[in-house]
């Protein structure tokens, strides 16, 4: 894995949860988790997860949304989270959200999903620290960058990462200057209409 400094035209799901991240920390190290509700996030929530961190066992699922379970075929919740990686990226994502919660930075890590068809698609990882209660958990997101027809007919094994960098509020206008000159250019005519909201549920692990 390396990591890059550059920005890069950010998926819907990690700018939206990036920008109200920074939006909702105002003079708080990080923000509450209870801040990001499900209807704020309705829009994304198949792509969002909250992770926690369990004793003894280590860092899990609390929450999964639907399209992130149904990529790998089971429900997410109570999986650790390490799970979902290849075993030499295991350490490395243990390393990613230690740096997170120590450092109060949201990462960003591009990475590649291979199937048990061993087919390959691009996915954008978020990882944002949250404060709940005493403790320090993580929201965020995996995103595909795009969908090709066999998601989800044929489950994700494990992914590997390609590299990181961290969500700087400079580097999130870069990001997000990049997606709307892309979004403009392929929909000219369309560009100044609202997306419908639409409403998911979300899978829930364990409890509190």
């Known amino acids: ?36 509700t499900p209807r704020m996030m309705a829009d994304y929530l198949p792509d969002i997860f909250i992770l926690h961190h369990k004793a003894k066992r280590g860092v899990q699922f609390r929450l999964a949304g639907t399209r992130l379970c149904a990529r790998h075929g ?20 243990e390393e990613m959200l230690h740096n997170v919660s120590a450092n109060n930075v949201p990462l960003c890590a591009q990475l590649t999903g291979i199937s048990r068809a061993n087919r390959q698609n691009q ?38 990462i390609d590299h990181s960098f961290a969500i700087t509020q400079d580097n999130l206008q870069a990001a997000k200057a990049q997606v709307n ?8 005519v369309n560009q100044k209409t609202a997306p419908k ?3 998911f549920r979300i899978i829930q692990g364990g409890k509190q």
């Not at 990882?127 to 709940?132: D, E, G, M, T, W």
């Not at 000159?181 to 000219?188: I, L, R, T, V």
């Open 1 to 36: 894995m390396s990591r890059s400094s550059a920005p890069h035209a950010l998926t819907p799901a990690v700018q939206f949860l990036s920008t109200t991240w920074h939006a909702l920390r105002e003079n708080h190290d990080i923000p509450l988790r209870r801040h990001f």
């Open 74 to 93: 089971q429900e997410l919740g109570n999986q650790l989270f390490s799970s979902l990686w290849r075993e030499n990226d295991q350490v490395v994502t």
């Open 123 to 160: 996915f954008e990882l978020l990882i944002l620290p949250v404060q709940h209660q005493d403790e320090t958990q993580w929201i965020g997101a995996i995103a595909a960058h795009e969908s090709p027809f066999w998601l989800e007919a044929d489950p994700l094994d494990y992914y590997q």
């Open 181 to 188: 000159a892309a979004y403009s250019y392929k929909n000219p």
């Open 197 to 199: 909201r639409r409403q």
